[in-house]
T-cell receptor, first 112, second 110 residues
């Protein structure tokens, strides 16, 4: 069965650079959630989209933006990267909020 | 006080032992998830519970809505069960993001 696909799996960027992370939800899933998990920390909710509209916003820095496209995939854009942005970023998808979450494998971002 | 609390934080057991991890939450939920995360790895969803009990192989998850408490049990534990187990509370309709517990690091010794 198709899963939630994230790309890239690993990304190394320098400070002040930009990064774009992509998340492809399970077919027919209309909701995407983004989470950030710093080293040794709990995952923290960043932002979610339902039917291409932002549905909720968490602790997402102003330097980050995200959107959901017509095919329901989502991209997280990160600018002016800082060392503290190094983390595992994973997304999850669901449908109508009535089905279980399915998680992607995550993108591990390292800022050097 | 965290909205979702787990205990214990760390657990080491011998292979074959029965394992119990507890989760208490203080918020209204539509469901509670039990997740597994291997070191450096992504997250795998084990269970989603809104009531009662679910079983999958050697894993059993229970939830008591009135007491706002859930448990994850592992029978006949095996070294490959070593991972971090996380409970996450899913908000009510219209606010369905997950609030994560701090995780329980389980180590099963052969």
């Amino acid at each position: 069965a198709a899963g939630v696909i994230q790309s890239p799996r690993h990304l190394i960027k320098e400070k002040r650079e930009t990064a774009t992370l992509k998340c492809y939800p399970i077919p027919r899933h209309d909701t995407v959630y983004w989470y950030q998990q710093g080293p040794g920390q709990d995952p923290q909710f960043l932002i979610s989209f339902y039917e291409k509209m932002q549905s909720d916003k968490g602790s997402i820095p102003d330097r980050f933006s995200a959107q959901q496209f017509s095919d329901y995939h989502s991209e997280l854009n990160m600018s002016s990267l800082e060392l503290g942005d190094s983390a595992l970023y994973f997304c999850a998808s669901s449908r109508d909020g009535n089905y279980g979450y399915t998680f992607g494998s995550g993108t591990r971002l390292t800022v050097v | 006080k965290n909205e979702v609390e787990q205990s214990p934080q760390n657990l080491t057991a011998q292979e074959g032992e029965f394992i119990t991890i507890n989760c208490s939450y203080s918020v209204g939920i539509s469901a509670l998830h039990w997740l597994q995360q291997h070191p450096g790895g992504g997250i795998v969803s084990l269970f989603m519970l809104s009531s009662g009990k679910k079983k999958h192989g050697r894993l059993i998850a229970t939830i008591n809505i009135q007491e706002k408490h859930s448990s994850l049990h592992i029978t006949a534990s095996h070294p490959r069960d070593s991972a971090v187990y996380i409970c996450a509370a899913r908000g009510v309709f219209g606010n369905e993001k997950l609030t994560f517990g701090t995780g329980t690091r389980l180590t099963i010794i052969p």
